[in-house]
């Protein structure tokens, strides 16, 4: 096992962080910094993660697989941090999802030992990568396959370098995104793994049931994942024992849970989940898809406190030209906006004893972005001025941690207790 990151360090001049002069710190001692947000030690704008709303979230999530009796693989291209991947090792994930061959080796330089590649693995240097990292005995990496071309293609590489690969058979839907269709395709990708005995080793069935919008057509693409994992495993079809069902992504984990939990209790399949966007949350898409998990599912509703938006934007207010427009110092380079603008939820004026909630009457709301300026619309009159911080919440978490090399961890105080850095 290798572990890279814990040598990273802090780029002090660099977007989000602090203003130390010395040219560079280790990450391990940024709680040593006394940096404060609202003291105006960090350069704004930037990327903020609370400490007790990822734990919180963390350990809700952990807790909802348990109850089922499921595995838990989160999706790690939300935040490619190997610093929270390890933390939701952990907190008791079976591994980590992730989407390609260089994230793969981020994630095992970054000390992970159990990758499921929810993807295809296309082309010879990122079947290369994956073979390097195969090297390693301890390390357990499982990939994609749908077509009879993908799995010659991985066959022949992989047994040219004397590996094995483990495949897990991916199902799809009619005019959905990647997986076999139906049973001639099925069969045809079947026949051909036997072709590459020792090589290629059929380890399971994984699909994505996140590009469906109905209840009853996700529950009947599971339950033909279950009948397929059945009838394979009748079959002795399956190289590993436990052979893996996996699907579910941030929106229907709930349902995949219930229609496969019972699988998990024969002892032959071990069930996994995917769920990405639950360790940050969100105010938006992820926001409302928790509220379907609520009101369908009796086992969330009884954990209590429900999963809590984790990540802001903080930025300053660099000019109000307008009575009613304000212009804050962030943009489309900082902040996701394909599934909806960021929302105005704090105000701090340097000095002031704490931040205050915007409510939702005040009218503020963002109307725009550019690469660096946010449009915020005010109520002429706002008690807003100049060099005011305003924090906001996003909807869309992966398209926002892809814009930050290091993303700040605080604490109730604001103070900051570690930063985390990505790596996509």
């Known amino acids: 096992m290798k572990v890279i990151y814990q040598t990273a360090t802090i780029d002090p001049y660099g977007k989000g962080l602090g203003t130390v002069p010395s040219a560079s710190v280790p990450l391990a001692e940024a709680a040593n910094l006394e940096w404060n947000l609202l003291a105006e030690d960090v350069s704004l704008p930037a990327a903020v993660l609370y400490a007790e709303r990822i734990e919180h979230n963390l350990m809700w999530m952990q807790r909802f ?77 499982f990939c994609l396959v749908d077509s009879v071309d993908g799995v010659a293609q991985l066959g022949t590489f992989f047994r040219s370098v004397h590996k094995p690969l483990q495949v897990l058979l991916e199902l799809g839907v009619p005019g959905g995104r990647t997986g076999v269709r139906d049973d001639a395709e099925r069969d045809a990708v079947l026949a051909a793994i036997a072709q590459y005995p020792g090589t290629l080793q059929l380890a399971g069935i994984e699909l994505y049931e996140g590009i469906l919008a109905d209840e009853p057509d996700v529950r009947a693409f599971l339950r033909r994942a279950v009948e397929t994992t059945r009838a394979l495993t009748a079959q002795r079809r399956f190289a590993r024992t436990p052979a893996i069902l996996s699907g579910a992504g941030s929106a229907w984990y709930d349902v995949v849970a219930e229609e496969f939990a019972h699988e998990s209790r024969t002892g032959s399949i071990e069930v996994v989940l995917r769920p990405g966007c639950y360790l940050t949350h969100d105010v938006g898409i992820y926001k409302k898809a928790q509220a379907g998990v609520l009101a369908r599912n009796p086992i969330a509703r009884k954990m209590g406190e429900a999963l809590l938006p984790a990540l802001q934007l903080w930025a300053y207010v660099q000019s109000i030209p307008e009575p009613d427009r304000a212009i804050v110092g962030f943009g489309k380079r900082d902040a996701a906006f394909d599934a909806g603008m960021p929302v105005p939820a704090r105000h701090y004026r340097p000095g002031a004893p704490a931040p205050r909630d915007i409510a939702a009457d005040e009218g503020w709301e963002v109307t725009g972005m550019m690469d660096q300026h946010a449009y915020l619309r005010i109520r002429p009159g706002a008690d807003l001025k100049v060099g005011d911080m305003l924090s906001f919440d996003i909807s869309h978490p992966c398209l926002t941690f892809d814009k930050w090399r290091q993303v700040l961890v605080v604490d109730a105080d604001y103070r900051v207790i570690e930063v985390v850095e990505t790596w996509f």
């Open 65 to 141: 697989v348990n109850e089922y009796g499921v595995k838990l693989a989160p999706h790690g291209k939300t935040t490619m941090a190997p610093q929270l991947f390890r933390r939701q090792i952990q907190a008791g994930a079976w591994g980590i999802t992730l989407a390609t061959a260089h994230q793969t080796r981020a994630a095992y330089a970054g000390g992970i030992q159990r990758v499921l590649m929810a993807n295809q693995l296309v082309g010879r240097r990122n079947m290369a990568i994956v073979a390097e990292l195969l090297s390693d005995p301890d390390f357990e990496f």
